[in-house]
C-alpha cells in the first residue's frame, strides 16, 4: 500500500515539475494511528495538534473495505480544477479547504510523506496521509 500511495503522489508530482515524494515510516506510523482512531465511526475528521500537512479519505458504499490508496490518491486529485498552480492557492480566492488536499500532493515544499489505512465498523475505509515539510522533524 505504501507504494501505491508514493507512486500516486509521484504522477501527479511529476506534471508539475516537483520532486518526488520518499516514503517516511515516522509520517506513517502517525498516520495509521490517526486512521485506527477513526474506526469506531469513521468521521472525516483531521487529527489536529501535529505540525504536518494532512490529507483525509472514507471510502464510500461503493467500495467500502475494498477502497484503495488509488481511490484516496484519486479523491484528492479531483481537487486539480480548483488549484491554482501559479499561486499555489486555490483558484478565484476559495477557501483551503477547497483546495487543500491537492496542494499537498503538489507542493515542492512536501518531499516525504506517510499513511495509514484502517477498515472502519460498518464496512467503510478511513485513509490519511502526512506530509513533511523539509528543516521540520517528522
Same mark, same amino acid.
Given at each position: 500500500?505504501? %507504494?501505491?500511495f508514493v507512486? $500516486?503522489?509521484?504522477?501527479?508530482?511529476?506534471r508539475? $515539475?516537483?520532486?518526488?515524494?520518499?516514503?517516511?515510516?515516522k509520517?506513517?506510523?502517525?498516520?495509521? %494511528?490517526?486512521?485506527?482512531?477513526?474506526?469506531k465511526? /469513521?468521521?472525516?475528521l483531521?487529527?489536529?495538534?501535529?505540525? !504536518?500537512g494532512?490529507s483525509? =479519505?472514507?471510502?464510500?458504499?461503493?467500495?467500502?473495505?475494498?477502497?484503495?490508496a #488509488?481511490?484516496?490518491?484519486w479523491s484528492?486529485?479531483?481537487?486539480?480544477p480548483l488549484?491554482?498552480?501559479?499561486t499555489?492557492?486555490?483558484?478565484?480566492?476559495?477557501?483551503y479547504?477547497?483546495c487543500?488536499h =491537492?496542494?499537498?500532493m503538489v507542493?515542492? #515544499?512536501?518531499?516525504k510523506?506517510?499513511? $495509514?489505512r484502517a477498515? /472502519? !465498523?460498518? $464496512?467503510?475505509? =478511513?485513509?490519511t /496521509?502526512?506530509y513533511?515539510?523539509?528543516? %521540520?522533524?517528522?
Amino acid at each position: 500500500m505504501s %507504494r501505491q500511495f508514493v507512486d $500516486g503522489h509521484n504522477k501527479v508530482r511529476e506534471r508539475y $515539475g516537483v520532486p518526488p515524494m520518499k516514503w517516511n515510516n515516522k509520517l506513517a506510523r502517525y498516520a495509521r %494511528r490517526w486512521s485506527n482512531a477513526m474506526r469506531k465511526d /469513521c468521521q472525516l475528521l483531521h487529527s489536529g495538534g501535529n505540525s !504536518y500537512g494532512e490529507s483525509v =479519505f472514507r471510502s464510500g458504499k461503493s467500495t467500502g473495505w475494498n477502497a484503495t490508496a #488509488k481511490d484516496a490518491v484519486w479523491s484528492w486529485s479531483a481537487e486539480e480544477p480548483l488549484y491554482d498552480k501559479s499561486t499555489g492557492k486555490c483558484v478565484a480566492g476559495r477557501p483551503y479547504k477547497d483546495c487543500g488536499h =491537492f496542494s499537498l500532493m503538489v507542493s515542492e #515544499k512536501n518531499q516525504k510523506i506517510g499513511c $495509514g489505512r484502517a477498515e /472502519c !465498523y460498518g $464496512g467503510a475505509v =478511513f485513509m490519511t /496521509c502526512n506530509y513533511f515539510v523539509p528543516n %521540520r522533524d517528522p
